[in-house]
């Protein structure tokens, strides 16, 4: 799983869409590009078929990109600002959504999370967010296993969300501002 910083100074040259794989060459803090923090960190990051599909699909629509250029680039052609990328476009998307942006590790720590409650061991875990081996960080502050009262609710919620017709009742809280009925 790639950090932050590290798909913010990804060039085209660090894509590999045929084998699926993302190579960390460098890293960034504030606006100095150099190494990477460590040496795990400079592992490749496999990139699921969803997202190889949507990055193919970005490639395309760059005119003449050229390998050594960045894949998200600003305007001006630097690495994009991702306080910018926040502001401009994640956070109205959620507020539209009603969401509130929880930061990037938001999305780090709901995907192990997920990795471990689908029985992926704790290893693999850590290779996939580029953890050290044998790190506690993964464990300590990643994987967040729900309670027994927290499973319990998102039952409910499932059979709510899952059922072919959702009540009229239930529209406004599940889409504030809305009031349709949801086929």
């Not at 395309?60 to 050594?68: G, N």
Request: net charge positive; proline share 8%; with cysteine.
């Amino acid at each position: 799983m790639v950090t932050k910083t590290a798909h913010k100074v990804a060039a085209w040259s660090d894509y590999d869409s045929a084998t699926g794989l993302l190579y960390v060459r460098r890293g960034v803090w504030k606006s100095t590009v150099g190494e990477t923090k460590t040496a795990t960190r400079r592992k490749p990051v496999p990139v699921i078929a969803r997202l190889r599909s949507l990055l193919d699909g970005y490639a395309a629509s760059v005119p003449s990109h050229r390998p050594d250029q960045w894949m998200f680039s600003s305007s001006v052609g630097t690495p994009i600002d991702l306080g910018n990328l926040v502001n401009r476009v994640i956070r109205p998307t959620l507020a539209k959504a009603g969401l509130k942006w929880r930061g990037y590790h938001a999305f780090r720590r709901g995907l192990a999370t997920t990795l471990y409650s689908l029985n992926v061991p704790e290893p693999i875990v850590q290779r996939i967010l580029r953890h050290k081996p044998g790190s506690p960080v993964t464990r300590t502050h990643y994987i967040q296993t729900p309670t027994p009262d927290v499973l319990d609710a998102m039952d409910k919620f499932e059979q709510m969300v899952g059922s072919a017709k959702i009540q009229r009742s239930a529209v406004p809280q599940l889409f504030p501002g809305r009031t349709q009925r949801c086929r």
